[in-house]
């Protein structure tokens, strides 16, 4: 089942790479009385994802703010130590975005947007996506028809919508 606007986030366990280490993260407690963004993706250090994707996040991170958004996110399935090595490429860990990895697709799988193209090497990665929550609670949710493109999942489309 895809999750939808209106829908509460399901618990998941993320992980980032802090100063001691692999974290764990609880969604849960990233949303719990908090406005946040969360935007997904087929992967690091690729095309899109790194040219378009996380670019428009961090060029809006700051209106996102200006509307009250405590925090933005991006999850990709990944390790913890890929995403911040990405995060530190793009500049989006200087640019205040959390980068956040679901190495064995939970959270993902969870919210019902994984896909699998074998072939070049995705199994239950994250289709392209940005959601707005509030308490934990979806309240726009924008899903890409094609993982290759980013024109609805976006930064500046989803901070429209807000």
């Given amino acids: 089942m895809t999750i939808a606007v209106g829908d509460k986030l399901p618990s998941a366990t993320l992980l980032r790479l802090g100063a001691g280490g692999v974290e764990q993260v609880e969604v849960d407690a990233l949303t719990a009385g908090r406005k946040v963004v969360i935007f997904g993706l087929p992967g690091p250090f690729t095309g899109t994802c790194t040219t ?21 996110i991006c ?23 959390s980068m956040l990895a679901d190495p064995l697709s939970t959270f993902t799988k969870a919210i019902g947007l994984n896909f699998s193209n074998p072939a070049i090497g995705f199994v239950d990665r994250s289709l392209r996506y940005a959601l707005f929550a509030e308490d ?27």
């Fill in 52 to 72: 378009a994707h996380v670019p428009s996040f961090i060029r809006t991170r700051a209106a996102f703010a200006d509307k009250g958004v405590d925090e933005v």
């Fill in 75 to 97: 999850i990709a399935v990944s390790d913890a130590f890929v995403m911040k090595a990405w995060g530190d490429s793009t500049g989006a860990i200087a640019g205040d975005i």
């Fill in 136 to 162: 934990g609670v979806v309240k726009v949710l924008s899903v890409e028809e094609n993982a290759g493109q980013c024109t609805i999942s976006g930064g500046e489309d989803l901070l429209s919508k807000i």
